[in-house]
């Protein structure tokens, strides 16, 4: 049972990244996925979820309108679309699942969890 998360890298603000966090092991279907992350001196933070059954989302205030989430069943995949990227926004993005329908934004929902990608925005 494994999430594998990918996609970062160094990006200019204004710009634009997809994360992708691939599951081996297990079915994403009826699960939840999330995404959070984990800047330098800062606790972890959820950014967004998304159920596999239904595609039921939910966003951190600071990224609405900016981040995309979404699912794809067929490919085990959950992929997290960010755009208008803030400096703010670098952090080591991590990937989780939890056997739930609708979970949450908190981290401690979560049991089975990826290594992380690090997103960079800086000019």
């Known amino acids: 049972v494994q999430l594998q998360a990918s996609g970062g890298g160094l990006v200019q603000p204004g710009g634009s990244l997809k994360l992708s966090c691939a599951a081996s092991g297990f079915s994403l279907e009826y699960y939840g996925i999330g995404w959070f992350r984990q800047a330098p001196g800062k606790e972890r933070e959820g950014v967004s979820w998304?159920?596999?059954?239904?595609?039921?989302?939910e966003y951190a205030d600071s990224v609405k309108g900016r981040f995309t989430i979404s699912s794809d069943v067929a490919k085990n995949t959950v992929s997290l679309q960010m755009n208008n990227l803030k400096p703010e926004d670098t952090a080591v993005y991590y990937c989780?699942?939890?056997?739930?329908?609708?979970?949450?934004?908190?981290?401690?929902?979560?049991?089975?969890w990826g290594q992380g990608t690090l997103v960079t925005v800086s000019s």
């Open positions: 998304i159920s596999t059954s239904d595609g039921r989302r």
């Open positions: 989780a699942a939890v056997r739930s329908y609708y979970p949450s934004l908190g981290a401690h929902e979560y049991d089975v």
